[in-house]
C-alpha cells in the first residue's frame, strides 16, 4: 500500500510540473531549486506548505521536471499542489522562477527533516535541498516572537492567601498586535484582582532583539489548598512581518537594509493568534491550626494597626467615633472588619469599611473601620478592647495585634441623645456602597440654555468685525467736534465768521417771509439786521449796533463799487423811514426788494 | 421717493435684525423640541434615540447644556471617549460649566486617565468665554485709544483717566494672553476610541508607536492625507487616523 502511495505521489508530482511548464513559458537552462516549510515552525494542528521554487534565467516551454518527493514519517503531505510563478528584470535580463506548494499536516511533535532529493529539468539532475519542518505544542510557535509570561514571587502559599504578580506580554518590535481580549486566567483554585486596562509598557532585550513588554500587575489568592494548576491565555491580532522566504540568488543584491522596506510597503499576514503561558503548578497550603486564634480576621499578610476615638469624655447617649486603621501589605479584600470583645452597656452600629491602596492592585495600602459606640450609662469607664490578628506567611505565625481597652469617662445625660448622621444609620451595613456616598454622573440639563451658531470663535463674525467700525466713529466725532469747540474758544473770528454766517441766513430767511406776507416793517427790519450780520462779521462789537456809515466805511476799504454803498443806503433807509417816519413811499414789490438783498449780500460776502 | 425710502430703511433694519438675532421663534421652537424629545429618552433610556434626537439639534445650532446631555447619553452606552468630547466641547462653550466640570472630572477618574495640567494661561483664558474675551478685548481697547486720544482736548488727563488708562490696558493685555491660550488649545482634540493606535508613519501599515486610550486629549500638529499627528500630554506622539479623534473646537 504504501508503494501504491509513493507511486501514485511521483506520477502527481511529474503531471503537476508537467503542465504547469507546459502553460508557463518559463524555466531555465540554468536552473536553481530551493526547498522549505512555510512557516518552519507550527504547533500540532495547524498546517504548513513544502515549497520548492525554480529559478530559471532563460525561458523554456514544454519542460518537463521529474522528481520523487521523499515520504517523512509523522507528516501527511497532500498529493496536489498549487502553483505561482514570478518574473523579475535584473539589469536587463528576465529572470522567471516558479514555486509549487503542497500541504502538510504533522500527525505528532518534534522536528522533521524532508530529505534532499534529485529532480530532473529539461534533462540535467537538480538536487533539491533538504528541509526542516519543526512542530512545537499549542502556543509555543511564536516562542521566539512573542510570548505570555506570569511572574510569581513563589511557588506556595496559603489558602487566602494574597500574592503580588505581574502577567507579562512580550512582541517583538517589528509585530504589530492589537489585543482581542483581556488575558484570561485558566483555573478555579484562584481568584484574581481586576487587570489594568491600560499595562504598564517598557522595553526589553533578549537574546540581542528587542521586546516591547506589557505588563499587568495583579495579585492571585488562593481559594483552596492542594496542588493546583494555572494559566493565562491571551488572544492577539497579529501582523506578522512577512518572510522573505525564497532566498533567490539575486535576493543578496537588495538584502542591504538601504533597499528594505518590507515595513513600509509589505504588508504582512494579519492572524488571529492566542498565547499561552502553560500550566504554573503551585502548592496551596492549608492555614496551620496550631496557634490560630478563636477570633481570625482572615488577615494573612503583615499589617500594622493604629487606633483612633473621637474622644475620651462624653455624656451617656452621645456616639463615640472609633477608628482603626490596618496598614502593611497583604490579602485586604478578606481582612473582616474586628469584633468588639465586650458590647454590654454599649450601642453599637457596624462598622464602615474603607480601603485606600498605595498601589495599582491593592495589596499594599490602608483599611480603615470606623466604628460608631454610643455608651448606654455612666458606669462605663472604657472602651473594650478590639480583636485584631493576622497570619504572616513568611514565618508561619498568627500575630495578635489586638487593641487595649481605652478609658473614658462617660457624664450622665443631660441633653437629648443626638441624631446620628443618617448616613450611619443607614449604613447599618459593612457595606460602604450601600451609603451611597460614591460621586456619580450629574443628570441632564432640562432647559437648553443659550442656543449659538456654533463654537467657532466671534472674531471670524462679521457683526463682531463691522461693529468695531462704531467706536471708530465715535470717537472721530467726538474728536471733531471738541476740536471745534476749541476753535471758537481761541479763534474770535472764526467763531463771528461762523455765528455771523448763521445769523445771516436767519435774518435773511426772516425777510423771505416778511416779504411772502408783503410785511414791509418786518422786511426792512430784517434785511437791515441781515446786512449788519454779514459786514458786522468782520467787526470786534456787536453786529446789532452797526451804523451806516461804518458800513460805508468798510465797503470803501474794501472797495465796494458804487451800486453796491447805494443799495445798502436804501436798505437802511427804507427801514429808517418805517421805523421812525412810520412808512415808505417806495413802490416796487417786496420780492424785487428781495432779490436785490440776496444778491447785496453775496456781493458783501464776495469782499470779504 | 419718501415711501421708498421708508421701504428701504425697513429692509435694512430687518437684515441687521437677522445678523444679530438669527435664532427667530419658529426655529426656537422646533429646536427645543427635538432637544426635549431628546430628554425624554434619556429619562426612558433609550440612549441611542437621545443621541439621534440630540444630534438633531446639533444640525440647528448648540448650546453648552446640549453638549453636556450628549456627554451624558455617551457615557451611559460606555463611548467614554465621545463623552468626553462633549462635555469639553459644553466647556469650550461656557467654561464656567459646573455640571460638565464634575462630569468631565467624574469620568477622566473613573477611567483612570490623567487630569489634564492646565498653565495658568490656560486657567486665565477659561475664566470666560471665548467670546466674552472678545468683547472685552475690543471694547478695553476702543478705550485706551479713546482715554489716550480725548482727554488731551478736553484739558489734559487727571486720575480718573489714568486709572481707567491703566485697567484698560490690563484689561487689554489679559485678553491678548486669553486669547493665546484660547489658540493653544484650539488643536486640541480627544481620542475617540480605547486601543487607538499611534503610529510612526502615517499609512496603515506602519508600526505602532504606542496605544491611546479613548478620553484622552492630545494636541494636533500637523496633517497628511486623512492621518493627523498628535502629541499626548505624555509625551508620546504619532499618527491617527481623522475618524479616530474628535475635535473640541470644530
Known amino acids: 500500500m504504501k508503494r501504491i502511495a509513493n507511486f501514485l505521489q511521483i506520477i502527481s508530482l511529474i503531471v503537476t510540473f508537467g503542465v504547469s511548464i507546459w502553460g508557463s513559458p518559463l524555466l531555465a537552462q540554468n536552473a536553481v531549486v530551493y526547498s522549505q516549510f512555510n512557516p518552519p515552525v507550527i504547533h500540532l494542528g495547524q ?314 492592585i491593592g495589596y499594599r495600602g490602608t483599611k480603615s473601620f470606623e466604628y460608631i459606640i454610643i455608651p448606654q450609662s455612666e458606669e462605663v469607664t472604657a472602651i473594650p478592647s478590639i480583636a485584631f490578628n493576622f497570619f504572616d506567611p513568611k514565618t508561619g505565625e498568627y500575630i495578635d495585634l489586638s487593641t487595649k481597652t481605652t478609658p473614658i469617662k462617660v457624664l450622665p445625660a443631660l441633653t437629648q441623645s443626638p441624631v446620628l448622621p443618617s448616613a450611619i444609620i443607614a449604613g447599618q451595613t459593612e457595606d460602604p456602597e450601600e451609603v451611597d456616598l460614591q460621586p456619580r ?149 417786496l420780492s424785487k426788494w428781495e432779490k436785490t438783498l440776496s444778491k447785496l449780500l453775496n456781493d458783501i460776502e464776495a469782499l470779504g | 421717493m419718501k415711501l421708498q425710502k421708508s421701504m428701504m430703511q425697513i429692509v435694512w433694519m430687518y437684515l441687521i435684525i437677522i445678523m444679530i438675532w438669527p435664532h427667530n421663534f419658529i426655529f426656537s421652537a422646533e429646536i427645543n423640541s427635538l432637544f426635549n424629545q431628546g430628554n425624554q429618552h434619556y429619562s426612558l433610556g433609550e440612549y441611542e434615540m437621545a443621541i439621534n434626537n440630540y444630534e438633531n439639534c446639533l444640525q440647528l445650532s448648540q448650546s453648552a447644556a446640549l453638549h453636556f446631555n450628549i456627554g451624558n447619553a455617551w457615557y451611559q452606552i460606555d463611548e467614554v471617549g465621545k463623552a468626553i468630547l462633549h462635555f469639553e466641547k459644553a466647556l469650550a462653550l461656557n467654561p464656567g460649566y459646573p455640571e460638565a466640570q464634575a462630569n468631565l472630572k467624574f469620568v477622566r477618574e473613573n477611567l483612570d486617565l490623567a487630569l489634564p495640567e492646565h498653565s495658568w494661561v490656560s486657567r486665565l483664558a477659561q475664566i470666560l468665554s471665548l467670546s466674552t474675551w472678545c468683547w472685552i478685548g475690543a471694547a478695553s481697547f476702543w478705550a485706551v485709544i479713546a482715554l489716550i486720544t480725548l482727554p488731551r482736548l478736553f484739558g489734559g488727563s487727571n486720575l480718573l483717566t489714568l486709572g481707567g488708562m491703566l485697567l484698560s490696558l490690563i484689561l487689554s493685555l489679559c485678553t491678548v494672553i486669553a486669547l493665546y491660550g484660547y489658540h493653544n488649545k484650539n488643536n486640541e482634540v480627544v481620542i475617540l476610541n480605547n486601543d487607538t493606535t499611534l503610529r510612526i508613519a502615517p499609512t496603515d501599515i506602519s508600526p505602532s508607536n504606542a496605544y491611546l486610550q479613548g478620553g484622552e486629549l492630545a494636541s494636533m500638529e500637523r496633517t497628511h492625507q486623512e492621518f493627523l499627528f498628535l502629541k499626548t500630554a505624555q509625551g508620546e506622539s504619532g499618527w491617527v487616523l481623522a475618524e479616530e479623534i474628535g475635535k473640541i473646537w470644530e
Request: aromatic residues 10%; charged residues 25%.
Open chain 1, 47 to 360: 498546517s504548513a506548505s513544502y515549497e520548492i521554487t525554480v529559478y530559471g534565467t532563460q525561458d523554456v516551454s514544454q519542460e518537463t521536471i521529474r522528481g520523487k518527493l521523499r515520504n517523512v514519517d509523522g507528516l501527511k503531505i497532500s498529493n496536489n499542489s498549487s502553483v505561482s510563478s514570478q518574473f523579475k528584470f535584473i539589469q536587463g535580463t528576465r529572470t522567471t522562477s516558479i514555486t509549487y506548494s503542497f500541504n502538510v499536516q504533522a500527525e505528532r511533535e518534534g522536528e522533521f527533516t524532508l530529505e534532499a532529493w534529485q529532480v530532473n529539468i529539461k534533462g540535467q539532475n537538480y538536487r533539491v535541498p533538504a528541509a526542516k519542518l519543526h512542530v512545537v505544542p499549542q502556543g509555543k510557535e511564536f516562542e521566539k516572537s512573542m510570548f505570555l509570561k506570569l511572574d510569581i514571587p513563589k511557588d506556595n502559599f496559603y489558602v487566602g492567601e494574597s500574592i503580588p504578580c505581574h502577567l507579562h506580554l512580550y512582541l517583538r518590535r517589528d509585530i504589530q498586535a492589537r489585543m482581542r481580549a483581556y488575558p484570561e486566567k485558566t483555573g478555579d483554585a484562584f481568584t484574581q484582582s481586576e487587570l489594568r486596562k491600560e499595562p504598564h509598557s517598557a522595553q526589553e532585550t533578549i537574546d540581542g532583539q528587542i521586546f516591547r513588554l506589557f505588563s499587568w500587575p495583579l495579585t492571585l489568592t488562593a481559594l483552596k489548598a492542594g496542588e493546583e494548576a494555572l494559566s493565562y491565555k491571551i488572544e492577539l491580532a497579529v501582523i506578522l512581518p512577512n518572510k522573505r522566504s525564497r532566498k533567490s540568488p539575486f535576493d543578496t543584491l537588495f538584502n542591504d537594509s538601504f533597499f528594505n522596506t518590507d515595513s513600509l510597503f509589505n504588508r504582512g499576514n494579519f492572524e488571529n493568534i492566542t498565547l499561552f503561558t502553560g500550566d504554573i503548578s503551585l502548592e496551596v497550603l492549608d492555614l496551620p491550626i496550631e496557634g490560630k486564634p478563636n477570633v481570625y480576621s482572615g488577615a494573612i499578610g503583615v499589617f500594622n494597626l493604629k487606633t483612633d476615638v473621637s474622644s475620651t469624655t462624653v455624656e451617656a447617649g452621645e456616639p463615640i467615633t472609633l477608628t482603626l486603621n490596618a496598614n502593611g501589605e497583604g490579602n485586604f479584600d478578606r481582612i473582616a472588619a474586628p469584633v468588639l470583645t465586650e458590647t454590654e452597656n454599649f450601642k453599637l452600629y457596624p462598622p464602615k469599611t474603607e480601603f485606600t491602596p498605595t498601589d495599582d
Open chain 1, 441 to 589: 454622573l450629574l443628570p441632564i440639563q432640562l432647559l437648553p440654555g443659550k442656543w449659538v451658531n456654533g463654537i467657532t470663535p466671534v472674531f471670524k463674525n462679521p457683526v463682531y468685525i463691522a461693529s468695531q467700525l462704531l467706536p471708530i466713529i465715535l470717537i472721530s466725532i467726538v474728536a471733531l467736534i471738541r476740536r471745534r469747540q476749541l476753535r471758537f474758544q481761541r479763534d474770535e473770528i472764526f467763531a463771528r465768521k461762523v455765528s455771523g454766517s448763521r445769523s445771516v441766513r436767519k435774518w435773511l430767511t426772516k425777510a423771505r417771509k416778511a416779504a411772502s406776507k408783503d410785511d414791509k416793517s418786518a422786511f426792512f427790519e430784517s434785511a437791515q439786521r441781515a446786512i449788519q450780520e454779514c459786514v458786522g462779521r468782520h467787526f470786534p462789537h456787536r453786529s446789532e449796533s452797526l451804523i451806516l456809515a461804518e458800513i460805508e466805511g468798510y465797503l470803501t476799504e474794501h472797495n465796494a463799487t458804487d451800486e453796491l454803498h447805494h443799495n445798502i443806503r436804501q436798505f437802511f433807509n427804507a427801514a429808517d423811514a418805517i421805523k421812525f417816519a412810520d412808512g415808505i413811499s417806495e413802490s416796487e414789490p
